[in-house]
């Protein structure tokens, strides 16, 4: 079965540290890729997307992912947290129907 | 700005009870979902539905049912609610995400603001 795994469950990194949340899946075929944000007591939102062209794409505050499809990886990156990055982020992707597959999710917590 | 609507943002039902979970959007999407959100489980697919009156299950429909009478409205039915549906339930829509129309991957997924559901 289709599935999609987030590497890490918890990290904690102090500011400025630099950041890499793993995130792969299992599929074969074409995908589309997201990374969400869930900032403590808000919705889920969208943080990034990969549907097609460049593999490495930069979504809002600072994020970027880049999709390595020999690897079926879409690794999630920062190169300088904040304390307001605390949040939980989830990577997902969408397959051969318009089913989205999510992690598990990562909790990363910032210490200011 | 796409608006996404959850009838609750916290319920309490006892075992047994049958229970209504709304979702309202307004774009005119024609995808909705409904995800349970577990800690730990990150979110999990219990229905979805691509067009009024069509459904097709998730990765947990059990213990559930659903109902889309009308495009921009998506029902989540618990018909006995049981302990272990405790959850926080969220509903999303999305326009058609591309892989089954012919690669017009105009949209994605925009979610509500989720409903904390406990049962006794």
């Known amino acids: 079965a289709q599935s999609v795994s987030q590497h890490n469950h918890h990290v904690i990194l102090s500011e400025a540290a630099s950041l890499e949340l793993g995130c792969n899946y299992s599929?074969?075929?074409?995908?589309?890729l997201f990374w969400y944000v869930q900032y403590p007591g808000q919705h889920l939102q969208l943080l990034l997307k990969y549907f097609s062209g460049d593999p490495l794409v930069k979504g809002i505050k600072g994020f970027e992912a880049e999709f390595i499809k020999s690897k079926f990886s879409f690794n999630l990156r920062k190169p300088s947290v904040q304390w307001s990055d605390t949040a939980e982020y989830f990577c997902?992707?969408?397959?051969?129907?318009?089913?989205?597959?999510f992690g598990k999710g990562t909790r990363l917590h910032i210490l200011p | 700005d796409v608006k996404v609507t959850q009838s609750s943002r916290y319920l309490v039902k006892r075992t047994g009870e049958k229970v209504f979970l709304e979702c309202v959007q307004d774009?005119?999407?024609?995808?909705m979902f409904w995800y349970r959100q577990d800690p730990g489980l990150g979110l999990r697919l219990i229905y979805f539905?691509?067009?009024?009156?069509?459904?097709e299950k998730g990765d947990i429909p059990e213990g559930y049912s659903v109902s889309r009478e009308k495009k921009e409205r998506f029902s989540l039915i618990l018909e006995s609610a049981s302990t272990n549906q405790t959850s926080m339930y969220l509903c999303a829509s999305s326009f058609l995400l591309g892989l089954t129309s012919g690669g017009d991957t105009t949209d994605t997924q925009y979610f509500g603001p989720g409903t904390r559901l406990t049962v006794l």
């Open positions: 539905s691509y067009d009024v009156k069509m459904k």
């Open positions: 599929y074969g075929g074409t995908v589309n």
């Open positions: 997902a992707v969408n397959m051969w129907d318009d089913k989205i597959i």
């Open positions: 774009m005119d999407h024609e995808n």
